[in-house]
Each structure stands twice: as C-alpha cells, then as structure tokens.
C-alpha cells in the first residue's frame, strides 16, 4: 500500500480516536484535512509530508490517488502500520486534527477555496468546471507562511512559547 494511503488511514484513526466518533467515511474531508497536513508540514518543516500531487478539483484540492479511499476495500490502520509511521508524520497529522476536525466537511471545503495555490490551479476555469492542473509545491509554501504555527502537544502557538531567557519567542 502506498506511503498516502497509510497516512490516510492513520488521518481516520487519529481523528476517530481524538473526536471519539465515526469519520463517516468523507472522502472530501479527508481530501481537505490531507491538503492541510501538507500545508502544515511545509509551515513547521519546510517538507512536504507526502510526494503525491494535488490537483485543484472543483471542490478545492485533491490528491487524484485517494480518490475512492473509502470504496477501495478501506480498512483500518493496523498497530503495526502506527508504529512504523514516521513520528514528525503522524505529529502533523495530530496537529491538524487538533486544528480542523471540529470543522463540517463544506466548512473545510470553503476554507481551502480561500487559499493562494488552489486559486492558482483554478484559473481560467469557471466555477463549476473541472481542472486537474497540479498545485506546486511552491504555491503551497506561499500559503504555508501565512499559517500560524501550532503545537497540538502543548495547544498552543509556537510563538507563544518561552525561550531560555525567559522572553516570548516571536517567529
């Protein structure tokens, strides 16, 4: 199984586990909520999480190899495949999670239509018309400094926390 579809698992068993419900099997959720690990992996590391492209849909983006996640005979991440996902990945996962699954699908959706790279790859096209331009790596940093940095560990800003001084460290 591909290294996207293992963090798609992972993404539906850490947010079953942190909401205690169901994913309800969302397969535009976790489109928006991969994009968003993406975009916070490029913010707090300066990598992306995964290396499959992002195309900017009607819908906002989408990674084309997780279409039908669900339909694709889905089963869940077993402990082993935890265990054996790097640990800055699933922290980027947790991060997000801890950021956006409070939000409803469409919330999520409108929230990515806000964003510079899936603007980018729409343009040109009318609102309802397909696209599959590939959204740059690039286009996502741009909007990755605009995010403000968190730490679902700690649940709060990484520019609240303290330096060794004592003073605030402001990034």
Not at 9 to 35: G, I, P, R
Not at 41 to 66: F, M, N
Not at 74 to 84: D, G
Not at 123 to 131: A, I, K
Request: hydrophobic residues 35%.
């Amino acid at each position: 199984m591909s290294e996207i579809r293992k963090l798609a698992q992972y993404l539906v068993y850490a947010y079953e586990k942190y909401t205690s419900s169901h994913f309800e099997n969302s397969e535009l959720k976790l489109q928006k909520m991969l994009y968003l690990a993406q975009r916070e992996s490029l913010a707090l590391y300066g990598e992306t999480l995964y290396d499959e492209d992002i195309q900017g849909w009607v819908h906002g983006p989408v990674i084309p190899e997780i279409r039908f996640f669900f339909e694709d005979d889905y089963s869940p991440i077993s402990t082993e495949e935890i265990e054996v996902l790097p640990e800055f990945k699933k922290y980027i996962i947790d991060n997000v999670i801890d950021q956006y699954a409070k939000y409803e699908t469409w919330s999520l959706r409108d929230l990515t239509h806000e964003e510079y790279c899936w603007k980018k790859s729409r343009e040109g096209l009318q609102d309802n018309e397909p696209g599959d331009k590939v959204i740059s790596v690039d286009d996502i940093k741009v909007d990755a400094e605009k995010v403000r940095q968190y730490d679902h560990q700690w649940g709060m800003f990484l520019d609240e926390f303290e330096d060794d001084e004592g003073d605030v460290h402001v990034q």
